[in-house]
C-alpha cells in the first residue's frame, strides 16, 4: 500500500529494470502454475523418508488399568514393563494424595 502511494507522488518515475523484472517474474510463477513438475514413479525410495515403522503394545496395569505404548523403536518387555511399572507408581502416589486431601 505505501508504495502504492508512494507512486502517485508527482515526478514519481517507475525503473524499467523493476517493472521488465516483476513482468519476468510473474510470467515465470504463471508458467510454472500451468505446467506441474511431474511425479516420479518411484517417489519416496531411498530419500531417507520412508514412514518408519510404528511398534505398539498393551498393557494392563495393577488397579484395572490400561497402558498403550506406542514407539518408532522396538518396545522390548524389559522396557514394556519398567514403564508399566513407573505409570503404576505415578497412579498409586496420585491415589495416596487424592486420599488425603
Known sequence: ???AAGA???GYRRSPARVRA???AMLREYER???PQESRDDA????????PE???K???LPGGGHLVLTDIEAITPERAEKTAARIARILQSCEERD???
Do not use: F, P, V, Y
Open 58 to 60: 498393551e498393557m494392563d
Open 8 to 10: 502517485l507522488r508527482s
Open 44 to 51: 519416496g525410495t531411498g530419500d531417507g523418508l520412508d514412514e
Open 1 to 3: 500500500m505505501l508504495a
Open 22 to 24: 516483476t513482468r519476468e
Open 33 to 35: 502454475a500451468q505446467n
Open 54 to 56: 510404528i511398534h505398539r
Open 99 to 101: 486420599r488425603l486431601s
